[in-house]
């Protein structure tokens, strides 16, 4: 019983060590210097306005732009949906750099009438989460 003790003692303490040696390598460089990405959307709501059920596929996009210090990555981009889809960039997007996050709505098979959809897109950006809307109206 002593030595099972022992060991896990001993296996606690070096996890403890790592985690304190991990922490302290990581460094700021340069005076007060931050380095982080941030992501600008030209708008967050998009309209597709009316549209007839006969035609039921709209799709649009959303202009960002990288106004951080460091480059941007998209980790996820959500839809509330699965009758829209969004399409970005896996590429990272340097500062000062644009980038497009292209939507798609389908209302094949849907109920016409007014519609609001959400599109949560997630990355390593200062603003990690940001919704974007996409609503519009398809008529019979």
Do not use: W
Not at 100 to 117: N, P, Q, R, S
Request: contains cysteine.
């Amino acid at each position: 019983m002593l030595c099972l003790t022992l060991c896990v003692s001993v296996g606690v303490q070096a996890q403890i060590q790592k985690q304190k040696t991990v922490r302290s390598e990581v460094k700021v460089t340069g005076a007060g210097a931050e380095n982080y990405a941030e992501i600008k959307f030209d708008t967050l709501r998009v309209n597709l306005g009316k549209f007839p059920s006969s035609s039921p596929v709209r799709k649009c996009q959303y202009t960002f732009t990288n106004v951080g210090s460091a480059p941007l990555i998209i980790n996820q981009a959500i839809a509330s949906c699965g009758c829209t889809v969004p399409n970005y960039s896996k590429q990272p997007i340097k500062p000062g750099e644009r980038g497009v996050i292209d939507v798609t709505y389908d209302g094949t098979d849907k109920i016409a009438g007014h519609f609001l959809k959400t599109i949560t897109i997630r990355s390593n950006a200062k603003n990690e989460v940001v919704r974007l809307s996409l609503e519009g109206t398809m008529t019979e």
